[in-house]
């Protein structure tokens, strides 16, 4: 469908970028202004697209991007118009691996977390089933749950996964050539990884972001960058 939106969504840190990476090679045209270059923490580029962090105050951009591809971090997800439909790949990593990216990233900038590791954990962890629930509830909302952890192990596999999903013929073969397993830097063990990454994302779907933890996720996605 030419006049659906595709959406690369997640936590930062949670292999976005590197989706965007995927679809561009398998022949999906990506919405990007590169204004964030790339660096350190993404040498590959981060995908981006600034009108995406302004949403919340103006989607009329969302007109010139129907058929492509935009990245969008999770939180700002609820301020897509429910007139316009979306295919959306959540990507979800080890939440461990995720915080330590993300306090490289901000060390980096001289910054420092919002939360400690386990509060931050916990929060992500609401906001996550939180946005879940509202996903699968969303009737103008078609949505793939792809695992980073898993991708990186079994690139092909997702990768017609995905082709599949979004009913495009897209070069798998390109797809799984752009999957760069040097760039996977923050890695807990194997067994604590599939601890992690087996559990199913409906479970967090019971829990509750308070308004103060909602507060600080927000602070930390901005001063990372993303929103």
């Known amino acids: 469908m030419h006049e659906t939106i595709t959406i690369v969504s997640g936590l930062p840190r949670s292999g976005t970028s590197m989706m965007m990476r995927m679809l561009e090679a398998g ?3 990506v919405a990007v202004d590169n204004i964030r270059k790339a660096d350190e923490d993404n040498p590959m ?13 103006d989607a009329s951009w969302l007109d010139g991007v129907q058929g492509k591809v935009i990245k969008m971090v999770s939180m700002l997800l609820y301020n897509l118009p429910h ?25 980096r900038k001289g910054q420092t977390n919002a939360l400690d590791d386990k509060e931050m954990a ?3 962890k609401k906001h996550l089933g939180e946005i879940i629930k509202w996903l699968n509830e969303s009737k103008n909302m078609n949505v793939l749950y792809l695992e980073y952890n898993n991708l990186i192990e079994n690139p092909r596999d ?23 397993k040097s760039l996977y830097r923050q890695r807990v063990s194997r067994s604590e990884t599939q601890g992690v990454t087996a559990q199913s994302l409906s479970d967090f ?19 990372l960058g993303y929103m």
């Open 27 to 29: 022949g999906m045209q």
């Open 45 to 57: 580029g981060y995908y981006e697209l600034e009108s995406v962090k302004k949403i919340k105050e």
């Open 83 to 107: 007139e316009k439909n979306f295919n959306v790949v959540f990507m979800s990593r080890n939440m461990e691996e995720i915080l330590a990216s993300q306090r490289t990233m901000l060390q």
């Open 122 to 124: 916990e929060s992500y």
């Open 158 to 180: 997702n990768a017609e996964k995905i082709s599949s999903f979004l009913n495009s013929k897209l070069d798998v073969d390109k797809m799984v050539d752009v999957v760069d």
């Open 205 to 223: 779907t019971e829990m509750t972001l308070k308004d103060q933890e909602k507060a600080k996720v927000e602070e930390q996605l901005k001063s």
